[in-house]
T-cell receptor, first 114, second 110 residues
């Protein structure tokens, strides 16, 4: 199984809502990532978990809160988002604790903030 | 200067053509290099992974890395309309994050 799955595929939320994005992989990878991608731009790294510990936080606003319940699951909790947070949110995983190895991406969650 | 530079295109070619996609990078510490293909509104799909200099071939795709000139290439033979997508190069080193190029949009016309 070489797949990273993400739910939901699409999400529309108001600025006062609280929602969560979910990511799952069953490849035994020990590093997982959240990226944000705006149209016609490359992915921008938001968070990295290595061995279920947050190792890098790229100074992302606190309205984004990551959670790694176990080595296969990664959540991104959203609260009080702004319209400019509308983007494709991508989850990725990589095999080893050597952060930066080949990364496998999920299909993304397309988020629209009204 | 961005660490990984990529011409945004669009690059338009006829079906069957050989496509050459290129990136340059500035950080000589980069050790491994990847090419991703991304269809519109989908996640990036890993196409090729190369460690250090050299060539790697997989079907119609060949990845080439020249560390002396800091140049990364992806060649697509017998291009198909289904190859139309944005191609992202990425470079990295152990213990550090991937650095992506801006992506090149490719259009293969029937």
């Amino acid at each position: 199984d070489t797949e990273v799955t993400q739910t939901p595929k699409h999400l529309v939320m108001g600025m006062t809502n609280k929602k969560s994005l979910k990511c799952e992989q069953h490849m035994g990878h020990r590093a997982m990532y959240w990226y944000k991608q705006k149209a016609k731009k490359p992915p921008e790294l938001m968070f990295v978990y290595s061995y279920e510990k947050l190792s890098i936080n790229e100074s992302v606003p606190s309205r984004f809160s990551p959670e790694c319940p176990n080595s296969s699951l990664l959540n991104l909790h959203l609260h009080a988002l702004q319209p400019e947070d509308s983007a494709l949110y991508l989850c990725a995983s990589s095999p080893s604790e050597s952060i930066g190895n080949e990364q496998f991406f999920g299909p993304g969650t397309r988020l629209t903030v009204l | 200067q961005k660490e990984v530079e990529q011409d945004p295109g669009p690059l338009s070619v006829p079906e069957g053509a050989i496509v050459s996609l290129n990136c340059t990078y500035s950080n000589s510490a980069f050790q491994y290099f990847m090419w991703y293909r991304q269809y519109s509104r989908k996640g990036p799909e890993l196409l090729m992974y190369t460690y250090s200099s050299g060539n790697k071939e997989d079907g119609r795709f060949t990845a080439q890395v020249d560390k002396s000139s800091k140049y990364i290439s992806l060649f697509i033979r017998d291009s198909q309309p289904s190859d139309s997508a944005t191609y992202l190069c990425a470079a990295g080193r152990a213990g550090n994050m991937l650095t992506f190029g801006g992506g090149t949009r490719l259009m293969v016309k029937p």
